[in-house]
Nanobody
Framework: QVQLVESGGGLVQPGGSLRLSCAVS????????IGWFRQAPGKEREGVSC????????YYADSVKGRLTISRDNAKNTVYLQMNSLKPEDTAVYYC???????????????????WGQGTQVFVSS
């Protein structure tokens, strides 16, 4: 009954913005860390960002620092990924994932997470 549903993807021009949402049901964000991952065609899955349930600490891949921001709204059981200054290389399917025991030193490993959403497609193109 645990479910994560991503939304907010679509087509955007380079330099544009999107906000992705990850709606969580079956558990509370109070006790789960949430990560964002992406996978482009022909490429490996890449950890993008993570937010801690304990203290709200955030983590980012170097490639997105300063452009993407992760946040959460515990009352709505939703995590967001604000994406600004988008580049063509940001084109990918974006997934959110939940884990109980995600460590800051390994937040970027998919194996740290227990539950995954179905993904939402982001196209960055002119």
């Amino acid at each position: 009954q645990v479910q994560l549903v991503e939304s907010g993807g679509g087509l955007v021009q380079p330099g544009g913005s999107l906000r992705l949402s990850c709606a969580v049901s079956g558990f509370t964000l109070d006790y789960y860390d949430i990560g964002w991952f992406r996978q482009a065609p022909g490429k490996e899955r890449e950890g993008v960002s993570c937010i801690s349930s304990f203290d709200g600490s955030t983590y980012y891949a170097d490639s997105v620092k300063g452009r993407l921001t992760i946040s959460r709204d515990n009352a709505k059981n939703t995590v967001y990924l604000q994406m600004n200054s988008l580049k063509p290389e940001d084109t990918a399917v974006y997934y959110c994932a939940a884990g109980e025991d995600v460590y800051g030193s390994s937040w970027w490993l998919g194996s740290e997470y227990d539950y995954w959403g179905q993904g939402t497609q982001v196209f960055v193109s002119s």
